[in-house]
């Protein structure tokens, strides 16, 4: 019984796989998935594609001693990739890998890429490999565990056959260590690398470098090397500018000038660039002809075979424009009024009312002295606003320009360019009219002279002005006359310009009241302009004079005649018909029509409501027929008629005793007791200008200035914004489009949006976000270009190039190195910084120095990284061994070295 216990416990079943085999199966498994193994030589590498081609990214999960591990396949896919040469079919005395190939291939020497891991590219110098590396952000730094990550995955590329490079990342991840192994026929290649903080001595320049590599792939071999290959990369940071001109807007935080006030701010607080980055660069030469130790270099940056550049980019660069508009949108959900920000002292709602009857009996002709003349509305008590009263004026005179005499700002009253086809359909204003001029300047009081306070005390003085200029009769500039256009401009410049209508209105109104009124004068005008017309016997027109002049009453005789009309006559009497002298129809702002098509649905269809909304339309219908009635004594609706609706007069063959072609009234028109027939039978025939007004100029001025006072802070926000946002795309369509190609389109899409966010009274908050994000990507690329076109002036085809490929982020080409004017001008930012930094002067020719060892007298200060690429093709292990290609490359930093080796070893003649 003992005996049988103990063989039960002893007992294990070798054939269970281990959780390592386990994970090395399953890595395999992933390998013959990918269809590795049966990989195929590509063509050549070509300058450029590490960086302008595409790398193909695999991924697949995996677990191993409870760590999630992710195993990825990175292949580089180039043009040229479908011409490839199965490797099954090549030589199998060849030994050569497509690792191998690619380590020799200088043409993508030092490309930087910037994409997760793919710095393995740029260490190793190959086009694709595996990597395996943990899910989460934790490191591995047990050598142990180190030593089992690479042995697995050496077991596992060795049994699919795999000749791809397999590798593990290990250490902290910034570290981006990578350890691996490359397979191939009859080879075997170890991917180390070494990463320390401290540079050793003999590693500092290429002397000990070289020293290093050959006593690692010459060791034990017993065989005299070749030359070593080397290819040598410096690289020098340039952060600090000083230039004259930095192009860039700096208005936060000074007070706006003159010149400004029209302007929305175009470029950044900072400079976006935050660094330029220049490359010189030495491409594969003998180790003979090149010397670098401790006492002595030949590396001087100005005697480089190639230069390249760089720029490092803000990564979130402010934008003024986008400042502004954030900042003003934000201010149309502020519910304070005026009196709230400004206090009760500042402003007075009840003496901006009463002061229309203080000016009665004032002189109504004013004078440009009187324009600005604003001490009766300006309370001796007010308190200061945080406006200076020299930039307030200087506003005021920017906005209302014909008070100066001497203004150079005048409004281009015939220039109205509202229907320019870039902005047509938004419903803004013409392009720098009073509307537009006051959005720009609200915008820079609320950024740099007070905010919200500010904003009211702007608004608080252009409400104060509308009133001067209705008591005094002024006509508004920047605006334009006529009826409110409703159409095409927004609500604000329609307010404005039904107050330059009643102001018209009033003008004429008193013109005509101060002429004497004749009361036959129109009488016998017309009779004498019947006598001089007519062409029949002198005799029977003084008979047919006589008659009418008895015919018509006292009481009853013509007026308010504006011309008589080409063709018809009176069919009671024959007499000729006149056209009246009519009131102008009533001018209605976008709100007011919309409050009546409301009140007309409120009114309901049945019969009461719609009698009511007869009368209210009928209003200037009753106008028109007692002028009518007035201008032509004794005539019938079916004359009204004929001249106000020609549809409804049906023509009939034959004509009446008076020549005129016969005729009856339209179906509608001989509805028993319809509109048109009741109002025609209760008018009276009495002249437009003794009629009641339809339009009353008085009340709606006082309306619309009270409109404009009680306006909330936010409400005048959104009643500027549609400008606001409108001049802020004017502005980015006047600048250089050269940075963006595709700018006009992408403004054709902002300007879309604009419209669609004009059109509705509400403000559309998201439609204007997204407006302003918009703006901010294009602003961020033009500041972009702005500040490397201050750097590198002139605007040549070849700067502008060079510029446009500096924005995309990548490594440019420097056409002449550093002969080029490019290069000459980089070369003369240097100096400059040198001088700056030892204040001393520079010479400007030589090798950049004085002396071989006076570093202070250097052009260029010490690169901030060192790179340099050795390779040699070498037996190993033994001389008897086929030549295996090495490489070893290393990045010396200041804080920091990193040596990455790709070393191959025969596996078959060791």
């Known amino acids: 019984m003992h005996n049988v216990e103990i063989e039960d416990f002893y007992h294990h079943d070798f054939t269970t796989a281990s959780e390592w085999e386990v994970f090395i199966a399953r890595l395999e498994e992933i390998i013959h998935e990918w269809k590795l193994p049966h990989s195929k030589i590509e063509p050549g590498l070509k300058p450029g594609d590490f960086l302008n081609s595409t790398w193909q990214v695999k991924s697949e999960e995996l677990n191993f001693a409870n760590y999630p591990f992710l195993l990825k396949h990175f292949k580089l896919k180039t043009p040229d990739s479908d011409d490839v040469t199965d490797s099954s079919d090549a030589s199998d005395e060849d030994p050569n890998t497509q690792s191998h190939i690619d380590i020799l291939n200088i043409t993508n020497d030092f490309v930087r890429i910037d994409q997760d891991h793919l710095e393995i590219a740029r260490y190793y110098g190959i086009r694709e490999f595996i990597l395996l590396t943990l899910g989460k952000r934790i490191s591995i730094s047990d050598e142990t565990r180190i030593k089992i990550l690479v042995s697995s995955l050496t077991i596992a590329s060795t049994n699919a056959n795999c000749e791809v490079p397999a590798l593990v990342q290990v250490q902290e991840p910034w570290q981006k260590y990578y350890l691996g192994i490359s397979v191939g026929k009859g080879t075997m290649t170890h991917l180390d690398m070494v990463h320390l903080k401290k540079t050793p001595p003999h590693c500092r320049h290429l002397t000990g470098l070289l020293a290093l590599f050959k ?256 008591d005094e009769s002024i006509l508004i500039p920047g605006v334009g006359t006529g009826f409110p256009d409703s159409v095409r401009t927004c609500l604000l410049h329609q307010k404005l310009q039904m107050i330059n209508c009643c102001i018209e209105r009033k003008n004429r109104r008193n013109e005509f009241a101060s002429k004497p009124l004749n009361v036959d004068s129109d009488l016998d005008s017309e009779s004498e302009e019947e006598f001089f017309e007519c062409e029949e016997d002198q005799v029977s027109i003084k008979e047919e004079q006589v008659h009418k002049k008895t015919k018509h009453l006292l009481w009853n005789k013509p007026t308010g005649r504006l011309s008589k009309h080409p063709s018809l006559r009176l069919f009671k009497t024959g007499d000729a018909l006149y056209l009246p002298v009519t009131q102008d129809p009533v001018p209605k702002t976008e709100d007011q029509l919309e409050e009546d098509a409301q009140l007309m649905m409120q009114l309901g269809t049945d019969k009461q409501g719609s009698e009511m909304r007869a009368r209210l339309m009928s209003a200037s219908l009753l106008s028109d027929m007692e002028s009518f009635k007035a201008a032509n004594p004794g005539s019938e609706l079916e004359d009204f008629i004929r001249w106000y609706s020609p549809r409804d007069w049906i023509e009939e063959e034959g004509t009446d005793e008076w020549g005129q072609i016969n005729g009856h009234l339209s179906p509608r028109m001989k509805i028993p007791n319809n509109p048109w027939e009741t109002t025609w039978n209760s008018a009276q025939p009495v002249p437009a200008h003794r009629q009641k007004r339809l339009f009353d100029d008085t009340k709606e001025a006082e309306k619309t200035i009270q409109f404009l006072a009680c306006r909330r802070i936010g409400e005048v926000c959104q009643l500027l914004m549609p400008v606001l946002t409108h001049a802020a795309l004017q502005t980015l369509a006047h600048h250089n489009q050269q940075a963006i190609t595709q700018l006009p389109e992408i403004i054709s899409g902002m300007t879309n949006k604009l419209q669609r966010a004009t059109k509705s009274f509400h403000l559309q908050t998201h439609l204007y976000e997204d407006i302003i994000s918009d703006i901010s990507t294009i602003k961020v690329l033009l500041t972009q270009y702005n500040s490397l076109l201050s750097k590198f002036p002139g605007e040549t085809e070849e700067t502008v190039a060079f510029i446009l490929k500096l924005m995309q982020g990548k490594e440019v080409f420097i056409p002449g190195g550093p002969r080029g004017p490019i290069g000459l001008k980089i070369t003369e930012m240097f100096r400059n910084i040198q001088k700056a930094t030892y204040m001393m002067d520079i010479p400007s020719s030589g090798s950049g120095m004085t002396g071989a060892g006076d570093e202070k007298q250097k052009t260029f200060p010490e690169p901030s990284s060192k790179e340099f690429i050795l390779r040699a093709v070498t037996p190993r292990p033994s001389p008897t061994s086929t030549p295996q290609p090495q490489r070893l490359y290393v990045n010396l930093k200041r804080e920091s070295i990193r040596l990455a080796g790709y070393f191959s070893d025969d596996t078959t003649f060791l």
Not at 254 to 277: C, H, M, T, W, Y
Not at 325 to 354: A, E, H, P, R, W
């Open 215 to 470: 006593q690692k792939i010459g060791e034990g071999s017993g065989v005299r090397l070749d030359p070593v290959m080397v290819s040598i990369r410096f690289t020098y940071g340039l952060r600090d500018w000083l230039m004259e001109s930095s192009g860039f807007d700096f208005m936060k935080g000074r007070p706006v000038i003159n010149n400004e006030l029209g302007k929305l701010p175009f470029g950044a607080e900072v400079d976006p660039v935050s660094e330029l980055q220049v490359y010189a660069t030495w491409p594969q030469m003998s180790e003979n002809i090149v010397v670098d130790s401790e006492s002595f270099t030949d590396l001087e940056p100005q005697l480089a075979t190639e230069w390249s550049a760089r720029v490092r980019m803000a990564a979130t660069p402010p934008s003024l424009l986008e400042e502004y508009l954030k900042g003003f949108l934000s201010l149309c959900s502020n519910q304070k009024s005026l009196v709230d920000i400004l206090g009760d002292t500042y402003v007075d709602n009840d003496q901006m009312l009463s002061s229309a009857f203080n000016v009665v009996t004032e002189s109504k002709i004013p004078t440009i002295s009187k324009v600005m003349s604003r001490a009766s509305y300006k309370k001796t008590n007010k308190n200061d606003g945080p406006i200076p009263d020299d930039v307030l004026m200087m506003m005021l005179y920017y906005l209302f320009p014909d008070a100066d005499e001497q203004s150079k700002a005048l409004y281009d009253e015939n220039g109205s360019n509202v229907d320019e086809d870039l902005w047509k359909g938004i419903k803004t204003c013409a392009l720098d009219s009073l509307v537009w001029r006051l959005a720009v300047v609200t915008a820079h009081c609320r950024q740099n002279l007070g905010g919200i306070t500010a904003v009211a005390q702007i608004w608080h003085e252009f409400v104060q002005e509308m009133r001067y200029r209705w």
